[in-house]
């Protein structure tokens, strides 16, 4: 996926393993120990055999988080917690699945980034000197363990916390990226193949994504306007000639799914305009298949789950659909849905074939139970079989009141 943590085995609920699916399947994971049924997964690995999320371990006003680490021979394995931490949430695994990053909460002291292997269990990635609140966040991994991230190294006028984007790695400890002249925040959340770190970074007036380097220094994106761009949530491939995130029009009050070529510039997908949000959760490797969803503000407010499946050639590699609703997706691939509500679609594997989100019961009230789930379909789809195009949102005929 592109994109954007020690307690007893034997307690754990809704985890049995399961066998590898053969047929399209639908499985729910369950949450850690204690406390009501929440569990939010947050990333899987390359090939979707391994998922990483945040479970609940204790109920109530005060409820207590927890990082896990699911596969199907396991089931649901709590990933622990630094020490005196009070919270602790699983941020995103490595291509292979053998590294999952996280961070655990401290009070009154901020947050501080961790990576964990079987090898090693959990190891705090520390964080930047700094004379005022330190904190950190480790986002995302690599195979050689290589963790990249963000944590504060200062205090900026009014109080305000000045963020530095950060590369791990267990031989160097926490080092911070320089700061491109004139801004104080920045994240670093991808590495491209040849080795630059993608990320971005603001100050009070504007931002911008870029690569970098210590060799060529800071390469800064732009759109075939020349003004900078400024995506958030983004991930990139390999070489650096496809950038995926969300954004927005100068002056825009909503944001939408977007995606970069140094040939086109910014392109937002299908579905985004002035009353509709969109935002891409996850795509597969070759960004054939993205998930996400789309909020419309018109009248009575709406989300719904989907994906947009790309139908581009030799001459114009990236067309992306109008957005196909992922329950209809799905079940056109023949999962069976029956008796679940999907809450939302968290990712994606780099093959198209597995799934990650939230999900509760069509049976009590919203909100109540919610449970991360993995599902797969043999096989992606496209918009070429049968009946698949008429699922687009955009190409439903619709009633004079605009509903399907």
């Known amino acids: 996926m592109k994109r954007i943590h020690a307690l007893v085995m034997g307690s754990l609920l809704w985890c049995s393993p399961a066998p590898a699916p053969a047929q399209p399947s639908f499985v729910t994971l369950g949450d850690l120990p204690g406390g009501d049924i929440n569990s939010v997964p947050s990333d899987l690995s390359t090939d979707g055999s391994v998922v990483v999320g945040t479970g609940t371990t204790s109920g109530g006003l005060g409820a207590s988080l927890g990082a896990f680490r699911w596969t199907r021979q396991t089931g649901l394995q709590p990933l622990g917690s630094l020490p005196g931490g009070l919270n602790s949430g699983g941020n995103g695994v490595s291509p292979n699945g053998s590294y999952v990053t996280g961070q655990t909460s401290f009070q009154g002291t901020g947050s501080v980034g961790w990576v964990w292997s079987e090898a090693s269990g959990i190891v705090s990635i520390g964080t930047l000197p700094t004379p005022g609140r330190a904190g950190s966040s480790a986002r995302q991994v690599f195979d050689d363990g290589m963790v990249l991230g963000r944590s504060a ?89 496809l950038v995926f995130g969300h954004g927005g029009p100068t002056g825009s009050l909503t944001t939408g799914a977007a995606y970069w070529t140094p040939e086109e510039g910014e392109r937002y997908l299908p579905g985004f305009g002035p009353t509709t949000i969109t935002q891409a959760t996850g795509l597969t490797d070759d960004a054939s298949l993205v998930v996400g969803f789309m909020a419309t503000f018109a009248g009575q407010v709406s989300e719904t789950q989907v994906v947009w499946l790309n139908q581009g050639d030799a001459d114009t590699p990236y067309n992306y659909s109008d957005p196909i609703p992922f329950v209809e997706y799905v079940e056109s691939m023949g999962v069976d849905l029956e008796g679940w509500r999907i809450n939302e679609v968290r990712g994606v594997s780099g093959d198209g074939t597995t799934f990650i989100g939230t999900a509760s019961p069509l049976t009590g009230p919203p909100g109540i139970h919610i449970e991360a789930f993995v599902l797969t379909i043999p096989t992606p789809a496209s918009l070429a079989l049968p009946g698949l195009s008429m699922l687009a949102l955009g190409r439903r005929r619709r009633g004079p009141t605009g509903q399907p």
């Not at 267990?170 to 590495?191: C, H, I, Q, Y």
């Not at 970074?201 to 911008?208: I, P």
């Open 153 to 241: 190294y200062g205090i900026g006028d009014f109080g305000t916390t000045l963020v530095a984007a950060t590369v791990w790695t267990p031989e160097t400890g926490l080092r911070a990226l320089p700061l491109p002249n004139g801004d104080f925040n920045a994240v670093a959340v991808d590495r491209l193949a040849d080795g630059r770190i993608v990320g971005s970074s603001s100050n009070s007036s504007s931002a911008r994504n870029w690569f970098y380097s210590e060799d060529t220094g800071f390469e800064f994106l732009e759109d075939i306007s020349g003004s900078p761009l400024t995506m958030t949530g983004f991930w990139a491939n390999d070489d650096g000639t």
